[in-house]
T-cell receptor
Framework: AQTVTQSQPEMSVQEAETVTLSCTYD???????LFWYKQPPSRQMILVIR??????QNATENRFSVNFQKAAKSFSLKISDSQLGDAAMYFC????????????FGTGTRLTIIP | ETGVTQSPTHLIKTRGQQVTLRCSSQ?????VSWYQQALGQGPQFIFQ???????GRGNFPPRFSGLQFPNYSSELNVNALELDDSALYLC????????????FGQGTRLTVV
């Protein structure tokens, strides 16, 4: 079974600065998908960024980028130019390409933006 | 904007009662997954429905059951509620084997007293 670990329960960053959230995972599969989801107080999970394991290039979406290290099974999220609206819980998630589309989530990191 | 809607948004039930939570999928999506998110935890997979059939189940007892209807909307039923069932229940819809992205609803907050 796959597991996802987020070792930072809370992080804070000054507005306009850069912050990196960590995620590690364990799997025996060679192909899979990784995601970062944002959960604001509204509770709805919002997809921030995704990475396919077979792609060596790190995914980027505007101010959000990942550092995907397949051999180390590491998948960190970098948020540049942090904004007040980035404050939320961030969850790292794993999905196998086989079987059902179950997502395995980490325990989350609460990100606070300091004005 | 995802289009996945869940009802009700909040619910309070007494231990031993039964509850039904509802989810309306995003248009064009044929797969619905349900997750339980306890306070301070990440979501845990309960089960998934594809074309009205259960297509995978997490480590939850049989008193957690579900349905998917021809319009791909879904229900989550929980019988004999326990205090530990208090959680946020999230529904996610997707296109089976056609997309790597699941869209989530805003969840139902269930409190069991």
């Amino acid at each position: 079974a796959q597991t996802v670990t987020q070792s930072q329960p809370e992080m804070s960053v000054q507005e306009a600065e850069t912050v990196t959230l960590s995620c590690t995972y364990d799997t025996s599969e060679s192909d899979y998908y990784l995601f970062w989801y944002k959960q604001p107080p509204s509770r709805q999970m919002i997809l921030v960024i995704r990475q396919e394991a077979y792609k060596q290039q790190n995914a980027t979406e505007n101010r959000f980028s990942v550092n995907f290290q397949k051999a180390a099974k590491s998948f960190s999220l970098k948020i540049s130019d942090s904004q007040l609206g980035d404050a939320a819980m961030y969850f790292c998630a794993y999905r196998s390409p086989f079987g059902n589309e179950k997502l395995t989530f980490g325990t989350g990191t609460r990100l606070t933006i300091i004005p | 904007e995802t289009g996945v809607t869940q009802s009700p948004t909040h619910l309070i039930k007494t231990r031993g009662q039964q509850v039904t939570l509802r989810c309306s999928s995003q248009s064009g999506h044929n797969t619905v997954s349900w997750y339980q998110q306890a306070l301070g935890q990440g979501p845990q997979f309960i089960f998934q429905y594809y074309r009205e059939e259960e297509n995978g189940r997490g480590n939850f007892p049989p008193r957690f059951s579900g349905l998917q209807f021809p319009n791909y909307s879904s229900e989550l039923n929980v019988n004999a509620l326990e205090l530990d069932d208090s959680a946020l229940y999230l529904c996610a819809s997707s296109i089976f084997q056609g997309s790597t992205e699941a869209f989530f609803g805003q969840g139902t907050r269930l409190t069991v007293v």
